[in-house]
DNA sequence: GATTATTGTCACACAATTGTAATATAAGAT
DNA sequence: ATCTTATATTACAATTGTGTGACAATAATC
């Protein structure tokens, strides 16, 4: 895997600096935003895989961001790492409560925030990153980075196993083209809407590939008119 | 998905402008309204994604707007971007108050705009709490933009999924065919006033399409002779 | 550096949906 | 009963949305 990106959200460009090259010397990307919106916009262009976010935003936004994105399905899953200048306890409960997965008190040492970084890394990507998902006899093995139908190999494209990755872990919604062009590609490309729809048939195509199964699992995506497209084990 | 429609509301036609100007760059489409009234029309026959809202319109009916956008069920969940002069907290807090989505304080960049504007939109289209809807045994889903009947597909148009959903959601009430166009269609449509009935059909065919219930679900759409139709419980 | 795989886009084929008009049926009014 | 008006139903043509194969450009691999 590729060095995570981390994702600065704080109002004072000092500390967006200076905690920006401290994640740097420690083999670290880091993008930064100022604001709770510019952060959001952050998240979909640039799917970090950690958000050190400011307790004290302008206008308390920093716990508001904070609640939405762990109560979005989408971004639940999303490490956050509060920045605070209070110790009191009265924030760590309202933390927890929102379901942040750990603190850093300002002042900091930057030895201490990389520590606390990689600790909240290495537990969220052991809990959920590796899991396989597996849907009858259809198995997504993101540590081998795998697709098999009864155990025999599908052969895809990287750009089919993201879309299907990311089918596999939002089963049972619709997701419109541009939904799906958030979270597979990036919200900052520009894409022709057609496209997804040759994403899609590739996909399909690569699941029918294996014969003689019970299922035909290219059965599994389907297309809602109007709407986009859903991954579901129930029949359109 | 087609683009997403903006209605700017500002008194003046400068500003407008060059909001329109920025949001056609950014691939928005735009509506603008001068004043409140004119707003509020432009919202029925438009029925824009989003609502660009001069706080200091004459009169100051702005806020006034904003309130009672948000109070209105039918238009509760629009979400409201609002244009301010002044930075003041006051402002701010007020406009929380009310619910507002967002401030954009004057002058502001272009693309400040177009950001905020995305990430409102993806905001209040990521998070579709829209919890599945049931009558009975029928039951419609938005997040998988799917209807069932004891578990069974119910396969309907896009404009049949809308007005059951319309239906299910405001149960009990008669609509003239003038109120669903406006609800389903959006008020900017000529339609012949036909249209609706054969609308109505397919609805019900579609829902008493699925065999060996109990209830024939086609009943709970009903006609109202004069006024309009109805989606009641209750025998007719 | 050559070869191969992957990607995004286009053009066209195909299918579902849409709105309307024409006609049939039902419900009130006289 | 008959007339009048409102709604139901059917069929159809136009529109819109999606599927698919081919292609050139780019990226990855050897």
Known sequence: MSDPTILIVDDEPA????????????????????TAHQAHVAIVDNRPDLVLLDWMLPGGSGIELARRL??????????????TA?????????????????????????RELVARIKAVLRRSSGNQQDKAIRVFDLQ?????HRITIEDTPVD????????LKFFMSHQEKVFSRDHIQD??????VYLEERTIDVH?????????SVEKTSINYARLVQTVRGAGYRFSVKPA
Do not use: C, H
């Open 156 to 163: 895809m494209g990287p750009t089919e196993f993201k879309l």
């Open 183 to 188: 979270q597979v590609w990036g919200g900052n």
């Open 70 to 83: 762990k109560r979005d399905e989408l971004t639940s899953s999303l490490p956050i790492i509060m920045l």
């Open 140 to 144: 997504l093995d993101p540590s081998s």
């Open 86 to 110: 209070k110790t009191s306890e009265d924030n760590k409960v309202q933390g927890l409560d929102v379901g942040v997965d750990d603190y850093v008190t300002k002042p900091f040492s930057p």
């Open 15 to 34: 500390i967006r600096d200076m905690i920006g090259i401290t994640l740097d010397l420690a083999g670290f990307n880091s993008v930064s935003a100022e």
């Open 200 to 208: 899609i048939r590739r996909l399909r195509k690569a699941l029918g």
